[in-house]
């Protein structure tokens, strides 16, 4: 058996691809669908499964613009966490942890979840405040939470520079120990491969041009490969969904930014847990590869375009060797940006849009890519249902105008 695993992992290599089964099929678009779904990152391929799996619809459409997972389902961090403050965010990102716990063997594709703990570090009285509220706030809504003192954050991540005299002392950290990171492209290939299974076309290269209405009711879209006749469009194009909406008259309250992040040379395993900080503005963990993967805040400009800026980068590093002065040698290796949309609240907007058949999963910031699972639950319910899942109905368009807002810019901890 280990002979021809052996051979056959050769001659797949020598192959150049030629002899690998596709995960998905490549269909020409049809002139019809029952639902459309701008956007094939995690949260349009999620939604597309779980309309067909929980909910029997598999007349359903993907579109990316270019190649599933070469978005910001492949340009983030990969944590994944639900220790957010408001009763909301909890239950949704809660929701979505659970889902994760299960997804490889639901999805039969390795996400390689990885649940190694996740530091939220305190620096002075107000890191201390913050976070000791939150994790009393994550106990109350079930959620896993602890309260470390120095010491026994020491302990959890013994290469921390928790001395006394630092510049940014560490007076403790809230600890998830369910939280950690997955494999991002991981991610939309097993969603993509389960949903393709059930019916659903995945369709490439296919970039949405326009929002055809009549009568205040969506009937379909055209494309760069033609158009396309819906019932109902479902908005989950990321950095680009007030584009994607203004094509159908609607302003959403969204701005975007570049979210850069960096990797470095692999070293061994050294870090086994994620480190965020707020207040030095950093965080980081170690992929298995052995590369450390850290990112900071979002550039202060507006821009669609997948890089940063280079004083960011000085930043990061920065506060990087402030908390782990033995990586002061390290080399890195190359640096990216995702594109994030981003509420006044920092929390997202999913539900239906003015214009009847039009839905939108949008504007989670930074909390994009650890939502992944429950925001495809909840909005393809939504669609389906055509009315607000529970666990989305706090997050509407209209709390805008309501003012019932859901500030969780703190719980976002590092970027914004």
């Known amino acids: 058996m280990q002979r021809y695993s052996i051979l056959a992992l050769a001659r797949h290599a020598l192959s150049g691809h030629r002899t690998w089964q596709p995960a998905w099929r490549k269909p020409a678009p049809r002139p019809r669908y029952d639902v459309v779904i701008i956007g094939g990152g995690g949260h349009g391929l999620a939604t597309a499964y779980y309309l067909a799996r929980e909910h029997g619809i598999r007349d359903v459409a993907v579109l990316e613009k270019g190649v599933i997972g070469l978005g910001n389902t492949g340009r983030n961090t990969t944590i994944i966490r639900s220790n957010y403050l408001w009763d909301a965010s909890a239950r949704i990102y809660e929701h979505s942890l659970k889902l994760w716990e299960g997804l490889s063997a639901e999805l039969n594709f390795n996400v390689m ?29 079930g959620i896993d939470a602890e309260w470390l003192d120095p010491e026994a954050v020491g302990r959890f991540c013994p290469i921390l520079n928790i001395s006394p005299v630092a510049r940014y002392p560490v007076r403790g950290a809230t600890l998830q120990r369910r939280g950690g990171v997955a494999r991002h492209d991981a991610v939309a290939w097993g969603y993509a491969r389960a949903a393709d299974a059930h019916g659903v076309d995945i369709i490439e290269h296919c970039e949405v041009t326009a929002i055809r209405s009549r009568r205040g009711r969506v009937v379909g879209i055209d494309t760069s490969r033609g158009p396309i006749a819906a019932d109902k469009v479902a908005i989950c194009a990321a950095g680009h969904n007030s584009v994607v909406a203004a094509m ?44 450390l993967v850290m990112g900071a805040g ?21 506060a990087l060797l402030e908390l782990f002065p033995i990586f002061s040698r390290l080399k890195m290796m190359r640096s990216w940006a995702g594109i994030v949309d981003v509420a006044p609240d920092a929390s997202p907007i999913i539900g239906k849009l003015p214009l009847e058949g039009l839905y939108l999963n949008g504007g989670w910031g930074t909390g994009g890519f650890k939502a992944t699972p429950g925001a495809g639950w909840v909005f393809a319910d939504t669609i389906a249902r055509d009315e607000p899942h529970p666990l989305a109905l706090p997050f509407a368009l209209d709390r805008f105008a309501t003012g019932a807002l859901i500030d969780e810019h703190a719980a976002a901890a590092v970027s914004h």
Do not use: W
């Not at 979002?298 to 980068?313: E, M, T, V």
């Open 113 to 141: 979840l990885s649940q190694r703990g996740v530091l939220n570090l305190a620096h002075n009285e107000a890191d201390i405040r913050e976070g000791t509220r939150r994790v009393n706030a994550n106990r109350l809504n």
């Open 248 to 291: 159908a008259g609607v302003r959403l309250p969204l701005q975007s930014h570049p979210l850069q992040a960096l990797v470095s040379e692999p070293v061994r395993p050294v870090l086994d847990c994620v480190v965020m900080s707020g207040t030095v503005h950093v965080y980081v963990s170690q992929s298995d590869k052995g590369e």
């Open 298 to 318: 979002i550039d202060a400009y507006n821009s669609y375009a997948q890089r940063g800026s280079f004083h960011l980068i000085e930043g990061q590093m920065a």
